[in-house]
Structure formats: structure tokens, C-alpha cells
């Protein structure tokens, strides 16, 4: 006998342990509530917020503002990267809920980079919520690229320095236009939470730091205008540090350290794309610099090592770590390694633990020219979201437009370990080629390299390894 509309029961048991589940569910969110520690900072007045999401950590309201994409001339580019976005801001420690609501709907909502661990619990079409439980820096995409918002959870701040020290550029919360900062030995730029800072920065001297919870915007200049030339340019520096703080828009290449040394980037955020030529962090002729637990969406390529010219005695790129940040690019390449390159050596690089959410271009590009040697490369514990992209790897010494005397490089030494590619089916080439026989690539180890699923093997449908290579490794050999 049918019934219309039935009228459901559930049975005692389900109730029961349903009641248990939302039971244990508030617990623990009073738990985490009650042992979080959570620092949040007021967008200044005037500043236009975004309109796609709304943000709670720990039940208290995280601003979220908006970084613009494809400013004129590039917005009738045949490019599509998903809109404007949004990004977020807020210090933490202990267990940490955050909730997001939106007029869009969560339901298909992906947490990225997967990596992390996060899983959104949707509890309508238009709320999530996220359970932190250290800091992080994720992607929280509704529909992939199309105007996602960053999330940036900061650990708490320990060495915010003090307004009338005489050696401090101060900004505290509130829009300020000073358009250009020069630093100078022994100083420190601080921009306070709750700080918007159109300026372009340039740091010339010894022991300078560059810090705070605030953002630093080049919004303003269009493509290439810029009052400095970088959004952060350190020339000719020693012992420099820049941490902490957002990037927003810049109109060129966006942190510089040129003919520099001993460059420390931590959790720094740079929200790009705005114009072409954004590249995030390009360090230039310099020496032992770490980049560490940043993120980076740029237009152009994300890191650059670049020996712009010879006029120092030392003008080698050696001893770059980037390593435990998230990279995203709209264009262009994640790495890019060896052009407009004149210097002896680029070598001793290490690119480790690393989450690639979005790339376009070969993500990682090796291309010495200039009879440069590019060599002691590690490329270890990677993830990478692919989307059908034709390219992964290129191992090739060039001749570009970008050189003077016209030859190619060298390549010696590159391991790649423990890489992973996931995502949709692709090409996902990965290419090697020497220019002569002098120009060649030499010594290069995959070692646990992945691409969908399947081990990396000379044999594979990936590999296109063709003249002047030698000593070509696969690891494990099946």
C-alpha cells in the first residue's frame, strides 16, 4: 500500500546517536573556543571592503577586503582568472573555528592546498565552517578560480616595537599615502593590523626590518609607474628582514632583493595580479636568502632568481631556500631559473615543501643563458594541483631576447624528489635538452617523482629527454 507524502521517522537509535554527534560537536567547539587566543584588526575607514564573504574567527568578525585583477591595459586580454577576490587577516594560537557566510553558494566549496587538512563542515548553502588548529594560509574556493577568498591565520605577534622609538617608521591603523619609504641602517618599517600603506618601499643599508600585521599597497600606480620601482626593493643590503605583513597590487616586480645578502621573507602575503610584470619575490644577484611560510598569487612568475648584470665582485645568485609556503599563479611560471641571468653561478637552491594550488606556465623553468652555471638545485616535497596543463619541468640552457652575449648556460645537479602531481589528466611534459655539446644538462635525479598517479620513468609518456643530456636519473628504478 502506498502512502502519499510520507511523513518520516527516525528510529530511537538514530536519534540517539544523532543527539551524541551534535552533543560532541558543541563541546568541542566550546573547547577550541575557550583555548584559542584570537587577535583580529578593524579595516581603517575608507578602506572599500569586499562584498563576497563574511568572516568570523572564534566568534569574533575578521574585515575582509577585496585585491582587483586585470587593471587596464590588461583587462581586454583574452585572460581569465576568475575575477576579484577577497582576502582575510586575523592572529591565532590554540584551536580556532572559523565561520564564512556568503551570498554564493559553500556547497562545492574546496579548501586548498589540500595539505593542510582542513575539511569545511557546510551547515547551509551559504555558511561553512573551518576548524584551524595551528596557522595557515589557505584558498577557500567556492568555484576554483572564480573569486576565491585567502585566508591568512597569523600566529600572534611577540616583537611589535614601539611608536616613538627614534629608529621606527610607525604606521598605525588608518589609509596613508606617503608613496615612497626609505629605510636606511638599523631601521624598521612597521605597519600596525588594521594599516593600509600606499607606498613602495626602499631599504639601502645593514640591519633593517620591514614587519607588522598591516598592508602595503601599490594599488595606486599604474603598470610599471611606481614611485620606487618594486613594492619592496632592498639594494645593496645586509641582514634584512621582512615578515609578517600583506602586499596588495603591486605595479612591478614586487620584493627585490638586488646585490643583497642574508634576505629573510617569513609569513609574509602577497595578493597580486593586478597588472603583468608582478613577480612576487625576485632576488637578484644576491646571496643566502630564505623565503619561508609565505604566500604568493602573482600575474607573472611567483619566484625569479635573476643575476641582473656583473658590476659586483659578487654578484652570484647562490643559497636561495624557498620552502613550507603556498604559491598560485594566474600567468606565467612558479619558478623561473636563469633569465636575464648574467652572473658566473646560480646554485645551491633549495625548494622544499611546498604546495603549488594554481599555475598556468611550466611551473618550474630552467633556462641558464650567458655561459651562467646553473647547478646544485634541490626540488624536494612538493605538491601540485594540476589542470590539464601541457607543461611540468624544463631543464634547457637558452638564448633569449633578455641576453647580451648570446650564449647559453649550464646545468648540473638538479635533483627532484618526492613530487607530486594530482588533479585532471595532462600532458604534464617534463623536458630536458642541452644547447651543444658544451651547453649541456648533466646529473639530473627524479627520484619518487609522481604525475597522476604514475611513477616518473625514462619510459614514461611525460619524459622528452633529448640531445646534450648525460647521466639521467630515475629513481626508484621499477
Same mark, same amino acid.
Given at each position: 500500500?502506498?502512502?502519499?507524502?510520507?511523513?518520516?521517522?527516525?528510529?530511537?537509535?538514530?536519534?540517539?546517536?544523532?543527539?551524541?554527534?551534535?552533543?560532541?560537536?558543541?563541546?568541542?567547539?566550546?573547547?577550541?573556543?575557550?583555548?584559542?587566543?584570537?587577535?583580529?584588526?578593524?579595516?581603517?575607514?575608507?578602506?572599500?571592503?569586499?562584498?563576497?564573504?563574511?568572516?568570523?574567527?572564534?566568534?569574533?568578525?575578521?574585515?575582509?577586503?577585496?585585491?582587483?585583477?586585470?587593471?587596464?591595459?590588461?583587462?581586454?586580454?583574452?585572460?581569465?582568472?576568475?575575477?576579484?577576490?577577497?582576502?582575510?587577516?586575523?592572529?591565532?594560537?590554540?584551536?580556532? +573555528?572559523?565561520?564564512?557566510?556568503?551570498?554564493?553558494?559553500?556547497?562545492?566549496?574546496? +579548501?586548498?592546498?589540500?595539505?593542510?587538512?582542513?575539511?569545511?563542515?557546510?551547515?547551509?548553502?551559504?555558511?561553512?565552517?573551518?576548524?584551524?588548529?595551528?596557522?595557515?594560509?589557505?584558498?577557500?574556493?567556492?568555484?576554483?578560480?572564480?573569486?576565491?577568498?585567502?585566508?591568512?591565520?597569523?600566529?600572534?605577534?611577540?616583537?611589535?616595537?614601539?611608536?616613538?622609538?627614534?629608529?621606527?617608521?610607525?604606521?598605525?591603523?588608518?589609509?596613508?599615502?606617503?608613496?615612497?619609504?626609505?629605510?636606511?641602517?638599523?631601521?624598521?618599517?612597521?605597519?600596525?593590523?588594521?594599516?593600509?600603506?600606499?607606498?613602495? +618601499?626602499?631599504?639601502?643599508?645593514?640591519?633593517?626590518?620591514?614587519?607588522?600585521?598591516?598592508?602595503?599597497?601599490?594599488?595606486?600606480?599604474?603598470?610599471?609607474?611606481?614611485?620606487?620601482?618594486?613594492?619592496?626593493?632592498?639594494?645593496?643590503?645586509?641582514? +634584512?628582514?621582512?615578515?609578517?605583513?600583506?602586499?596588495?597590487?603591486?605595479?612591478?616586480?614586487?620584493?627585490?632583493?638586488?646585490?643583497?645578502?642574508?634576505?629573510?621573507?617569513?609569513?609574509?602575503?602577497?595578493?597580486?595580479?593586478?597588472?603583468?610584470?608582478?613577480?612576487?619575490?625576485?632576488?637578484?644577484?644576491?646571496?643566502?636568502?630564505?623565503?619561508?611560510?609565505?604566500?604568493?598569487?602573482?600575474?607573472?612568475?611567483?619566484?625569479?632568481?635573476?643575476?641582473?648584470?656583473?658590476?659586483?665582485?659578487?654578484?652570484?645568485?647562490?643559497?636561495?631556500? /624557498?620552502?613550507?609556503?603556498?604559491?598560485?599563479?594566474?600567468?606565467?611560471?612558479?619558478?623561473?631559473?636563469?633569465?636575464?641571468?648574467?652572473?658566473?653561478?646560480?646554485?645551491?637552491?633549495?625548494?622544499?615543501?611546498?604546495?603549488?594550488?594554481?599555475?598556468?606556465?611550466?611551473?618550474?623553468?630552467?633556462?641558464?643563458?650567458?655561459?651562467?652555471?646553473?647547478?646544485?638545485?634541490?626540488?624536494?616535497?612538493?605538491?601540485?594541483?594540476?589542470?590539464?596543463?601541457?607543461?611540468?619541468?624544463?631543464?634547457?640552457?637558452?638564448?633569449?631576447?633578455?641576453?647580451?652575449?648570446? /650564449?647559453?648556460?649550464?646545468?648540473?645537479?638538479?635533483?627532484?624528489?618526492?613530487?607530486?602531481?594530482?588533479?585532471?589528466?595532462?600532458?604534464?611534459?617534463?623536458?630536458?635538452?642541452?644547447?651543444?655539446?658544451?651547453?649541456?644538462?648533466?646529473?639530473?635525479?627524479?627520484?619518487?617523482?609522481?604525475?597522476?598517479?604514475?611513477?616518473?620513468?625514462?619510459?614514461?609518456?611525460?619524459?622528452?629527454?633529448?640531445?646534450?643530456?648525460?647521466?639521467?636519473?630515475?629513481?626508484?628504478?621499477?
Amino acid at each position: 500500500m502506498s502512502v502519499a507524502n510520507p511523513q518520516y521517522e527516525p528510529s530511537e537509535n538514530w536519534t540517539l546517536r544523532y543527539r551524541w554527534s551534535l552533543l560532541l560537536g558543541l563541546l568541542l567547539a566550546w573547547t577550541a573556543r575557550s583555548t584559542a587566543e584570537v587577535v583580529v584588526y578593524p579595516a581603517p575607514a575608507g578602506e572599500i571592503l569586499s562584498r563576497e564573504y563574511r568572516v568570523e574567527a572564534a566568534g569574533k568578525s575578521v574585515d575582509v577586503y577585496g585585491a582587483r585583477v586585470l587593471d587596464p591595459p590588461f583587462a581586454d586580454e583574452e585572460y581569465d582568472y576568475g575575477g576579484p577576490y577577497s582576502f582575510a587577516n586575523f592572529d591565532m594560537s590554540g584551536p580556532v +573555528v572559523v565561520r564564512i557566510t556568503s551570498a554564493r553558494s559553500l556547497r562545492q566549496t574546496v +579548501v586548498r592546498p589540500t595539505s593542510a587538512g582542513v575539511k569545511p563542515v557546510v551547515e547551509d548553502d551559504h555558511t561553512l565552517a573551518l576548524t584551524l588548529q595551528k596557522p595557515c594560509k589557505l584558498s577557500i574556493e567556492p568555484d576554483g578560480k572564480k573569486g576565491p577568498l585567502l585566508l591568512f591565520a597569523n600566529p600572534l605577534q611577540t616583537d611589535a616595537p614601539k611608536p616613538d622609538d627614534a629608529n621606527v617608521v610607525y604606521f598605525g591603523p588608518g589609509v596613508h599615502k606617503p608613496e615612497r619609504v626609505v629605510l636606511r641602517s638599523n631601521q624598521t618599517l612597521y605597519l600596525a593590523g588594521g594599516a593600509v600603506v600606499h607606498a613602495e +618601499v626602499l631599504a639601502q643599508g645593514d640591519n633593517i626590518r620591514i614587519c607588522g600585521r598591516g598592508i602595503l599597497d601599490g594599488s595606486d600606480w599604474e603598470w610599471r609607474k611606481g614611485p620606487v620601482g618594486n613594492l619592496i626593493a632592498i639594494r645593496n643590503c645586509t641582514d +634584512v628582514e621582512v615578515s609578517g605583513i600583506t602586499l596588495r597590487g603591486s605595479s612591478h616586480w614586487t620584493i627585490v632583493p638586488n646585490d643583497s645578502r642574508h634576505v629573510t621573507i617569513r609569513n609574509v602575503k602577497l595578493c597580486n595580479s593586478r597588472v603583468q610584470n608582478d613577480d612576487g619575490i625576485n632576488p637578484c644577484n644576491s646571496q643566502d636568502v630564505l623565503i619561508t611560510d609565505c604566500f604568493i598569487r602573482s600575474d607573472d612568475d611567483c619566484v625569479a632568481l635573476k643575476g641582473l648584470d656583473f658590476s659586483d665582485p659578487n654578484s652570484n645568485v647562490e643559497r636561495i631556500t /624557498v620552502e613550507n609556503s603556498v604559491l598560485c599563479c594566474d600567468r606565467a611560471r612558479i619558478f623561473l631559473l636563469g633569465h636575464e641571468s648574467r652572473a658566473t653561478f646560480m646554485r645551491d637552491i633549495t625548494l622544499r615543501n611546498l604546495d603549488i594550488i594554481h599555475f598556468s606556465m611550466t611551473p618550474f623553468l630552467l633556462e641558464p643563458g650567458e655561459d651562467m652555471r646553473l647547478e646544485n638545485v634541490t626540488v624536494e616535497n612538493i605538491r601540485i594541483h594540476g589542470e590539464a596543463q601541457r607543461e611540468f619541468i624544463r631543464l634547457r640552457p637558452v638564448v633569449n631576447q633578455y641576453m647580451r652575449k648570446k /650564449v647559453p648556460g649550464f646545468i648540473r645537479n638538479v635533483t627532484f624528489r618526492n613530487v607530486t602531481l594530482e588533479g585532471q589528466p595532462g600532458d604534464y611534459l617534463v623536458q630536458l635538452e642541452g644547447a651543444d655539446p658544451e651547453h649541456n644538462v648533466r646529473d639530473v635525479t627524479f627520484e619518487n617523482v609522481t604525475i597522476a598517479g604514475e611513477k616518473l620513468t625514462a619510459e614514461s609518456t611525460h619524459v622528452q629527454i633529448r640531445n646534450n643530456t648525460d647521466n639521467i636519473r630515475f629513481l626508484p628504478t621499477p
